[in-house]
Structure formats: C-alpha cells, structure tokens
C-alpha cells in the first residue's frame, strides 16, 4: 500500500514537472514569436514611411514621427507583451493579478501622461504616459506570470 502511495505522489510530481516545462516552452516559443514579428512589422511600416515621405518630399517632418512612432511600437510591444501574460493568468483561472496590473498601469500611465503633459508637449507627455503604463502592466503580469510557472501544475489543476 505505501509502495503504491509512494508511487502515486511520484507520477504526481513528474506530471506537475513536465506540464510545467511544456507550459514554460510555449510562453517562450510565442513570447518569441510575438517579440519578432512586432519588432519586423515596425521595421517594415518604418521602412514604407521612409519611402512614401521622399515620394512625397516631406522628409524634413520625419525625424519627431520617427521618435515617436518608435516609442509607440515599444510601448504596443509592451502592452501585447501584457496581454500574453494575462491571457496564461485567466487560462489557469488567476484573474486578479492581470486585473491588478491593468488597473496599475492606467493608473501610472493616467498619472505620468498627465503630470508629463504640464511640461512637455502633448504627443510627447502621451507617449511617456503610454509607455510607463504598458511597462507597468507587462512587469506586473511577466511577474505574476513567473510566479504561476513556479507552481503551474497548481494553478493550472485548480483552475479545472
């Protein structure tokens, strides 16, 4: 009877193991994938702005909608980091730490944007209000994420 007890809590624990590694493996493959094709689309839609604008001889407005396009593709990159995180945290029937995040994250980005907009120019104090926020809300889930792999076979057998 312990043999078999023993040999139950065993296949348990390997289970919980592998199901962990296999969970683990697909965040990174589509973090990976998510982080290329983001980062290869901003590069192409940069590359076509930078035709279209000598095509159309506005090169000289280029510069500032570069900056600031490139702080939009990090800040989106961020935010879809954040939604990976929270679509694996409501998957394993975690909600609270992707609701905590969201709301700290509006909030910081609320609270940045609007105290960066008495000083800065407007595109400029909305942008560093997006990027703060995005940031926040994709440390916050990435963390809760981490925490989740750390006892994923939990989480995910509770979750059903």
Do not use: Q
């Amino acid at each position: 009877m312990l043999t078999l007890l023993l040999t139950l809590v065993a296949m348990a624990v390997i289970d919980g193991i592998w199901l962990g590694a296999v969970a683990r493996g697909f965040y990174r493959r589509h973090l990976a994938w998510l982080l290329l094709v983001g980062v290869g689309a901003a590069g192409a839609l940069m590359a076509f702005a930078a035709t279209a604008a000598t095509d159309l001889s506005v090169t000289a407005l280029l510069p500032p909608v570069y900056r600031l396009f490139a702080a939009a593709v990090g800040a989106y990159l961020l935010l879809a980091v954040g939604a990976l995180n929270s679509g694996l945290l409501f998957g394993v029937g975690r909600p609270g730490p992707s609701v905590a995040a969201t709301a700290l994250g509006t909030a910081a980005s609320l609270l940045v944007g609007g105290v960066a907009g008495l000083a800065w120019p407007a595109e400029w104090a909305a942008m560093t209000g997006l990027l703060v926020g995005t940031a926040v809300f994709a440390a916050l889930t990435t963390l809760a994420a981490g925490r989740t792999f750390a006892r994923f076979d939990t989480y995910f057998y509770r979750a059903f």
